[in-house]
């Protein structure tokens, strides 16, 4: 076994080129984690080379990677080579005719090596080859040129005549097999054993003398070079934590300053407090966008006029570095500054007309219009969620959310829309409810965030206004046919999906979907031109459906996934109501399987037994002729009144696990002794009624668990 080094050093790698490696490579948060090395353990199986384990990491100026126990030799294979029919391979007298001898040629082989294979389609003359492997030092300089193709770069270029693709020029190349330098070459740069440290503390070039990932990361550090992208981010958290008790970091900065530099070294700097007058968020988002800089807390998580900068190590002139971050800060302050100044010279409601110049989604008039349908749907949107209390605020902030969008500040800084009309309310004198739901309307800002964080972000006026918002902007993109299918999304609308199910998740209003996109779709009609209509809300009801899914995890093939499916049968309109059965279920599970499946049983079975039968409501007792039958009638008659009180509850849990502990025996004895599906119609069509009211007593208010796999008992 050996171990294999490689490095391809480079220029300073684009940060979107990065993200590419960091997600492939290293990131653990990232969906795509895993694919980098996923495709290195692909070509190795391509090359037929096995190995222990693979390492990775990267920085501005180097991607590398490490495979541990690599196999000295491929391994050998048998190969079978295909050749024509039989009847084609030879002629009447036996011979071999001119398809054959060419087949044979093409293989480099004799006659003798020929062998008949009987398939299903006839008998085929083949060739069967045992190829030896080659040692693993010939066979890698094509495996790395497979490797350095795979990352999936968004943007390459060419710099020298071979032709080369890559994001930036590559420099130079350190190839090891132990301690053997692999003959390999690309873009005119040969492998060698040598590795360069930071361009600026460590220039100058060093030997690795062997393939060792520690020892190489050891050696790389000494050269104030960090490869690990975390212990990078983990330097520059750590220093904001203990200088500035920065609890909170902006995660994509973290990140995005890590990726600009191989040592991060902190260097602090202030502004004037004269400053600290414009929001918070505008002097972040300032120093974040223009400078990649972090303003900086108190211990009161208060705005201070410090900021620190990620500089690629330290460096000799610090007061000189730190006085122009200063200087260029002070200029878009100054701007940021103005812009502000500039806006609040008039009430923000006075830019509502401006909003006639953004056109929105085509088809669907312009923002302006959305504004007002967004107005008129408000109070009754209020009502229907049961807070009429809310309407009047709700209104207002409808009224007043988009027209921020029209504002120099939101121009500058598109990302701060909803914090700057905000600001702008409240210099308007608007009331806090109305301007903190104007802030927080385009809130998850991911949908990775957990629902319990966003309940605390949210205000009730402000998570009513984020679902109104959110769907009236699906029922247009949906009633204007601009849903997304397959994997093309381009108004984000599975997004804007996601965003409005989380909400829902975490405020929980109990109301219908159904009636609020009919809703939505009564406005439309009066000057979009969506008509009213079951299709369109049975197409949002199931991308919805999706949504919820996805908000929740449930992975196909899982008890979660199979409890959410036996949840949606029962029914789905009330979404609120959908996430209290969902989370008792699993819950239930997860404590109690036994009563958990209990009850499942009980509805599988008395589900089962109706499949294709027309049930009738009545039960005539008369009819009963078993003891079971009689018994099991009694005790529905006696507990049917306990299970509906703890579903009117909402205690899902003890209704099902009352349910299961009632019915499943006598349903068990029901079962054994009596058959349902009789000759006689009277008396087969009050068992069925039987079976069908404690089947529905259950499926119809909670969950249809016939859907279960792998139950026992």
Request: proline share 4%; glycine share 6%.
């Amino acid at each position: 076994m050996s171990h294999l080094l490689v490095e391809i050093g480079t220029e300073e790698l684009p940060v979107d080129s990065l993200d590419v490696i960091y997600s492939d490579l290293e990131d653990k948060d990232s969906v795509n984690r895993n694919v980098f090395k996923d495709k290195i353990k692909a070509l190795l199986g391509v090359y037929r080379l096995s190995y222990k384990t693979i390492f990775a990491g990267a920085t501005p100026r180097r991607i590398a990677f490490f495979v541990e126990d690599l196999a000295s030799r491929q391994e050998n294979q048998h190969l079978e080579f295909n050749g024509p029919a039989v009847e084609k391979a030879y002629d009447a007298d036996g011979n071999p005719t001119p398809a054959l001898l060419g087949f044979l040629k093409s293989k480099s082989a004799d006659l003798k090596d020929v062998k008949i294979k009987e398939t299903s389609k006839g008998k085929f003359v083949i060739l069967e080859k045992k190829e030896i492997g080659k040692p693993a030092i010939a066979v890698l300089p094509h495996f790395l040129e497979a490797v350095l193709n795979a990352p999936a770069f968004p943007k390459t270029m060419r710099w020298e005549k071979s032709g080369f693709k890559f994001p930036r020029p590559v420099r130079w190349i350190l190839a090891l097999l132990d301690r053997k330098v692999i003959p390999f070459q690309v873009a005119g740069i040969k492998a060698s054993h040598l590795s360069y440290g930071h361009r600026f503390l460590a220039p100058k070039a060093f030997k690795i003398p062997s393939a060792d990932w520690a020892a190489y990361q050891k050696a790389l550090k000494k050269m104030h070079v960090i490869l690990k992208l975390e212990e990078r981010k983990a330097v520059i958290r750590r220093a904001l934590l203990k200088k500035y008790h920065q609890g909170s970091f902006d995660q994509e900065l973290v990140h995005t300053a890590a990726n600009l530099v191989e040592e991060p070294f902190l260097l602090e700097g202030s502004f004037s407090k004269s400053y600290l007058e414009l929001p918070s968020e505008v002097l972040a988002s300032c120093m974040k966008k223009n400078q990649k800089i972090f303003a900086c807390c108190d211990s009161k998580a208060r705005l201070t006029s410090r900021f620190m900068a990620v500089l690629n190590g330290k460096r000799k002139n610090l007061s000189r570095i730190r006085a122009g971050y200063e200087n260029v800060l002070d200029s878009r302050l100054k701007d940021a500054r103005y812009f502000f100044q500039e806006d609040t010279k008039e009430p923000l409601e006075a830019k509502l007309p401006l909003l006639e110049q953004i056109v929105y989604l085509g088809k669907l008039g312009t923002m302006r219009e959305k504004t007002e349908r967004l107005e008129r749907l408000a109070g009754d949107f209020a009502v229907l969620v049961g807070r009429a209390d809310l309407k009047e605020s709700l209104q207002r902030a409808a009224r007043l959310s988009k027209i921020d969008l029209m504002t120099r500040l939101v121009y500058e800084f598109p990302e701060l829309q909803g914090v700057v009309g905000r600001e702008y309310a409240l210099a308007s004198g608007e009331k806090d409810e109305v301007a903190s739901a104007i802030g927080t309307q385009y809130l998850p800002k991911n949908l990775s965030e957990d629902f319990r964080e966003l309940k605390k972000q949210l205000s009730p006026v402000g998570a009513l206004f984020g679902l109104l918002d959110r769907l009236d902007l699906l029922v247009g993109a949906f009633g204007t046919g601009l849903e997304p299918t397959g994997s093309q999304d381009p108004f984000a609308l599975r997004r804007a999906g996601g965003a409005a199910v989380k909400i829902w998740r975490a405020l929980r209003f109990p109301f219908k979907l159904s009636e609020a996109i009919r809703m939505v779709q009564e406005q439309y009609a009066r000057s979009a031109g969506i008509s009213k209509g079951p299709e369109l809300e049975s197409r949002l009801k199931k991308f919805f459906e999706e949504r919820v899914t996805f908000e929740l995890q449930a992975k196909a093939g899982t008890r979660e996934s199979e409890i959410l499916t036996a949840v949606f049968r029962s029914s789905f309109d009330n979404l609120a109501d959908v996430y209290d059965r969902y989370e008792a279920l699993t819950q239930l599970y997860e404590r109690d399987s036994e009563a958990f499946i209990r009850t499942a049983k009980v509805v599988e079975r008395t589900g089962n037994i109706l499949k294709g039968a027309k049930v009738v409501s009545g039960i005539d007792p008369s009819h009963f002729r078993e003891n079971s039958e009689i018994k099991l009638y009694q005790i529905l008659n006696e507990h049917s009144g306990e299970i509906t009180t703890f579903l009117e509850k909402k205690d899902y849990a003890k209704a099902t696990s009352r349910f299961g502990e009632i019915f499943h025996q006598p349903v068990h004895d029901f079962f054994k002794e009596v058959m349902v599906n009789v000759e006689d119609p009277a008396l087969r069509s009050t068992r069925q009624a039987l079976v069908s009211q404690i089947n529905r007593l259950y499926t119809e208010r909670l969950a249809d668990l016939s859907v279960l796999s792998r139950l026992e008992g």
